[in-house]
């Protein structure tokens, strides 16, 4: 393990215990820690809250659990489950997927079926998990701690990033921790549970970046991104991240800025499932499309029947996290290489897939890839002992690529190199392997270049 690696864990060790500390209630996020009638429902939270009730409603974190295509992968790695490590595994997906399903006993495992849970009133990623958060006792798996009240007729204690609230309905604490990375790293940092095999480093992968500086004052949050995102507004490391001024609440005071709720991240195939109008779908396409640029280069003088070179520098410009964060066993970054003559006949290609949407093997593809307990690789994270390799595009840092090949001899007029970069939300070996219930899913172009060169 690198030095760099472990100085990470180190930190998160000590900054999980701080927060821990800091918080003076709640419980762990455990199976049946709670009883389901101390939540309250999200529809009880739109009364007051509607236009963040309303983004919500159109963010993944509100389709969680009943999103279809989560809910075919789980249960197709789930039936997989063999020993009693990948078994106990399995029940991770639905304390990340349904926080508060999963400590009520309302879902435990993804090897049940999902149609009593899917619609319940506190499935899902919801109102009353994030903001009856406590504390953290740990930054990974869902490591929050939660003090709800009692219910419907007694909700307790709210918190959030304000520290004027004047509440009614239910009580309001002032929560730092609201305001910070480590909340989402709670739940965006993964770890298998018998294993402990790094399968999200979503959270780690920002702490390492330029964006968490150690100062306050300059550091850039994981909210400062997603949660200023709107239509037309990217709201990445290269764009702007305007506030958003209106009232966080029916009644309340004018703010500077309410923060936006309809997190998506980069998904634009899980949306149109769920009766998206086009504005998650558009959201997602915009950030993928604001967080990477491509520079190319010749390597040397281009003559006919030798040898040549081109360089392609990838630079995560504006994502916080690597470029794919997230599992990356289920996620595609790639890049696309065709040179073409004059005449438009293809000299070189990498990086297209086939009729079959399989990637060819000369592809340069960022991702991580996971191992078993044989050593082999496998996309099922339950499986996941061990990291083969991780090769992806850092925050704020760049892979330089180099592609070589012989030039015909024959030939007239420039050459011209097109490049992109491509990502797909599920690699075609899941996609294969959900069959009929595989959703379509698009390749989006993040960026791309091209270069004209003269041949010698």
């Known amino acids: ?88 595994e399995a029940e991770l997906c639905i304390k990340c997927h349904a926080p508060i399903a999963y400590a009520t006993g309302v879902a435990s495992t993804a090897a049940e079926p999902f149609s009593p849970a899917d619609e319940h009133a506190l499935a899902n990623i919801q109102c009353d998990f994030c903001h009856s958060v406590s504390g953290i006792h740990e930054i990974q798996n869902t490591g929050h701690l939660l003090d709800p009240g009692q219910g419907q007729a007694k909700p307790g204690v709210k918190r959030g990033p304000r520290e004027d609230s004047a509440c009614q309905y239910h009580q309001c604490e002032y929560s730092a921790l609201h305001t910070r990375s480590a909340i989402c790293g709670g739940c965006h940092q993964v770890r298998h549970i018998v294993y402990d095999t790094p399968l999200e480093t979503t959270y780690t992968e920002w702490l390492a970046g330029p964006y968490s500086t150690g100062d306050p004052a300059t550091t850039v949050h994981c909210q400062d991104c997603h949660m200023r995102q709107a239509p037309g507004i990217p709201a990445t490391g290269t764009t702007a991240r305007p506030d958003r001024p209106g009232q966080a609440a029916t009644g309340g005071p004018e703010r500077p800025h309410v923060w936006r709720h309809r997190t998506v ?31 190319l280069a010749t390597d040397g003088d ?16 504006g994502a916080g996290h690597d470029i794919p964060t997230g599992v990356t066993e289920l996620r595609q970054v790639w890049l696309e290489v065709k040179i073409t003559d004059a005449g438009g006949n293809t000299l070189f290609a990498s990086g297209v897939p086939g009729d079959d949407g399989h990637l060819p093997e000369n592809t340069v593809l960022y991702h991580t890839a996971l191992g078993d307990a044989s050593g082999k690789h496998t996309a099922n994270i339950i499986k996941a002992d061990r990291v083969l390799f991780d090769y992806r595009i850092p925050a704020g840092g760049f892979r330089l690529e180099t592609y070589r090949f012989t030039l015909p001899q024959n030939g007239n007029g420039a050459l011209t190199v097109n490049v992109r970069l491509l990502y797909r939300g599920l690699p075609q070996a899941i996609i294969d392997l959900l069959g009929e219930a595989a959703p379509p899913v698009p390749i989006v172009e993040m960026t791309a270049a091209s270069l004209t060169i003269a041949v010698q």
């Open 265 to 295: 991240g980069g998904n634009v195939f899980v949306p149109p499932l769920l009766g998206d109008d086009g504005t998650s779908v558009r959201m997602a396409t915009e950030r993928l499309q604001n967080c990477a640029e491509l520079e």
């Open 1 to 88: 393990m690198s030095a760099r690696r472990v100085m990470l864990l180190f930190l998160i060790v000590v900054f999980s215990a701080a927060i821990a500390l800091a918080a003076t209630v709640g419980k762990r996020v455990e199976k049946s820690a709670f009883s389901a009638d101390r939540f309250v429902a999200e529809r009880t939270c739109r009364g007051c809250h509607k236009l963040i009730h309303g983004e919500w409603s159109g963010a993944m974190h509100a389709s969680a659990l009943k999103d279809p295509v989560f809910q075919a992968i789980a249960a197709a790695l789930s039936a997989e489950a063999k020993t009693e490590a990948e078994k106990h």
């Open 302 to 317: 281009w003559r006919r029947g030798e040898m040549v070179a081109f360089k392609v520098k990838v630079n995560n410009t």
